[in-house]
């Protein structure tokens, strides 16, 4: 789910049932196109889930993590969550962009007051208001990474909570360059989908960019992270490129992910840390 200025909350219809218990405590990503062109025939075939950022550190009676940074994994403090016969998931408190989180002991109780509210909940989005007096929740739309999770906020305020599916995270890039061709966002869970790609040299599309295997991925972007841009991220007068191509005109994530949101396939080269995060975006100039 994204968040900008204000926390809201994405209700959403969400088929299938979900297995597991409960435990409730009180505590604690054909050729690719050039610059500017929309993504074509798409297919994904393979999505690499990955945790979204957060998990950072913090008191059990909450706050933010270490230094004030990163979300709140309260489920390191009071355990797993979940709904009589649903999969039980980590409950985080989620750092807002004015930097509040809400306690762990709040998170808590609103989850378990939510939980058992369920009978008199709100359509398949299963929403109910006014939980602890203030709280609204409701399960997110899913891919396979959020089944079943619930989010809850409070209207007219930062705060934020939701659950997550534990899981181990299976890292698929890190410390790693690649080449890839941006095909969109997935804002439900904070990720950016991409193909890997490489140059052709030879044949009909003899240096092109083409798909290099065919899978979609997605990963997160690093907070503070950086984007360049060479014709169509940050338009300019002219091309902002380096001598191999990349482009090296700042320009930053929010006209990143507008691009995605508008459909926009973008061909980059990017950085990717040891936590799988991208960190680096550097448009490929593609005339």
Not at 77 to 104: E, N, S
Not at 122 to 145: H, I, M, N, S, Y
Request: glycine share 16%; net charge neutral.
């Amino acid at each position: 789910m994204e968040f900008t200025a204000k926390k809201t909350i994405k209700t959403a219809m969400v088929a299938g049932a979900f297995t597991a218990t409960v435990l409730l405590s009180a505590c604690s990503g054909n050729s690719v196109a050039g610059n500017g062109s929309p993504a074509k025939n798409e297919t994904v075939t393979a999505a690499v889930e990955q945790v979204p950022e957060g998990g950072g550190q913090g008191a059990a009676t909450g706050g933010s993590g270490a230094g004030g940074a990163g979300d709140v994994d309260c489920s390191k403090y009071g355990g797993r969550v979940g709904a009589p016969g649903r999969t039980k998931m980590d409950l985080i408190a989620v750092a807002a962009t004015d930097g509040t989180t809400p306690g762990c002991t709040e998170a808590f109780t609103v989850i378990t007051e939510y939980y058992g509210k369920l009978p008199q909940a709100e359509g398949p989005g299963e929403r109910v208001l006014d939980v602890q007096g203030k709280w609204t929740c409701a399960r997110q739309a899913g891919f396979a990474g959020s089944q079943g999770a619930v989010v809850c906020g409070v209207p007219d305020s930062f705060l934020q909570l939701e659950t997550r599916l534990s899981a181990v995270t299976v890292r698929k890039f890190p410390n790693t360059t690649q080449e890839v061709q941006f095909a969109g966002y997935d804002a439900g869970v904070q990720m950016v989908r991409f193909q890997l790609v490489t140059r052709q040299n030879g044949g009909p599309d003899n240096g092109h960019w083409v798909p290099l295997d065919g899978k979609t991925y997605r990963l997160p972007l690093q907070k503070g992270g950086e984007v360049f841009s060479a014709a169509t991220l940050c338009p300019g007068d002219s091309v902002t490129i380096d001598g191999q191509g990349y482009g090296n005109g700042p320009c930053g994530r929010n006209e990143l992910l507008q691009h995605l949101k508008d459909g926009n396939s973008i061909l980059a080269r990017i950085t990717v840390n040891g936590d799988d995060r991208i960190t680096t975006v550097k448009e490929i100039y593609h005339p």
